[in-house]
């Protein structure tokens, strides 16, 4: 039998850090999981001043693998589209579940965003997608449930809030159409951030964590 707790990893969204993810550690560590919490590059106190898909997802299995593997991930908003294309790519690995808050599902979203919030027109819009492109190898595309999805074979938990207006529900949509082992939760009115903090979402993925493997 295993000596140590399996541990689990919590991974926060675009422009925060790992305390917000806090609300799971002690609903986590009282059902016996151990918890690491990582604050992803650029932001909390990890260096660098870039964050990206590919980058992110890396920096996730850099330190599942520092603490012996990981037998799941919650990931919030991007955390959770960098949760679910690590899940794509670690055949092999510990990992037997995966749960989304309020996730992306792709870098279209962050682009298209990026464009609006800067005021970008097509042709900016389409350099930005070129210099993507060029640094990591393959198109914004990759980088989106759509492509990778089938891939992932470890259930999925998706929480999603029918009126996050930061991450529309429609991402959610995405996310369940493009990935086989994906369900869903879907809640009303805890919006994009209160989702990590809701005790009742946090209850169903410990149990969803928990949960027997089903053939």
Sequence with gaps: GEKEHPAVALVHGWELQ???????????????????????????????????????????????????????????????????????????????????LGAWSSVNFLIHNLAIAKGWDAAHERAFRDRFAERFGGPVEL?????????????????????????????????LEHVPTARRLATSGLGHRAITRDAEVIAAAVRFIQSPETA
């Design 143 to 175: 980088f989106s449930v759509e492509r990778f999805g089938r891939h992932i074979r470890v259930p999925v938990l998706i929480v999603h809030d029918r009126r996050d207006n930061m991450v529309g529900f429609e991402e959610s949509d995405a996310i």
């Design 18 to 100: 790992a305390d917000r993810m806090g609300h799971f550690i002690n609903p986590l560590l009282r059902a016996g999981f151990r918890v690491i919490a990582i604050d992803l590059p650029a932001h909390g106190a990890s260096g660098g001043s870039l964050l990206n898909v590919p980058d992110g997802a890396a920096a996730i299995a850099d330190a599942c693998a520092a603490c012996g593997g990981v037998t799941a991930l919650i990931g919030h908003s991007f955390g959770g589209l960098a949760a679910l294309w690590l899940a794509a790519h670690s055949a092999g690995s510990s990992l037997r579940r995966v749960v989304t």
